[in-house]
């Protein structure tokens, strides 16, 4: 069982940045994949991003050019730094650890943006 915590939601105006971070309960973290999701208010969750074991990132159109991923394997964490929020990037941000066939989640952490 892994146990996967967000943080650094919160409220800002567009425009605006967070950081999110996510750390994991496990020691086997160097060799997953780990990834960010989101779920907006009467939608499906959605990639955000996702980071192989190697560090090879993957992002979903709508963020590129304003949303990185970044882990650090020694601390077990990974990492969303989200610049230039837009209303539409409201949503509850999900944590994703993935090995094989086995996938945990994170409870998720609110993002809201303001016009």
């Known amino acids: 069982q892994v146990q996967l915590m967000e943080s650094g939601g919160g409220s800002v105006q567009a425009g605006g940045s967070l950081n999110l971070s996510c750390v994991a309960s496990?020691?086997?973290?160097?060799?997953?994949?780990m990834g960010w999701y989101r779920q907006a208010p009467g939608k499906q969750r959605e990639l955000v991003a996702t980071?192989?074991?190697?560090?090879?990132?993957n992002y979903a159109d709508f963020v590129k050019g304003r949303f990185t991923i970044s882990r650090d394997n020694a601390k077990r964490m990974v990492y969303l730094q989200m610049n230039n929020l837009k209303p539409d990037d409201t949503g509850v941000y999900f944590c994703?650890?993935?090995?094989?066939?086995?996938?945990?989640w994170g409870q998720g952490t609110q993002v809201t943006v303001s016009s």
């Open positions: 994703n650890w993935k090995y094989g066939s086995y996938v945990y």
């Open positions: 496990t020691f086997m973290f160097s060799i997953n994949s």
């Open positions: 980071m192989s074991s190697r560090k090879d990132a």
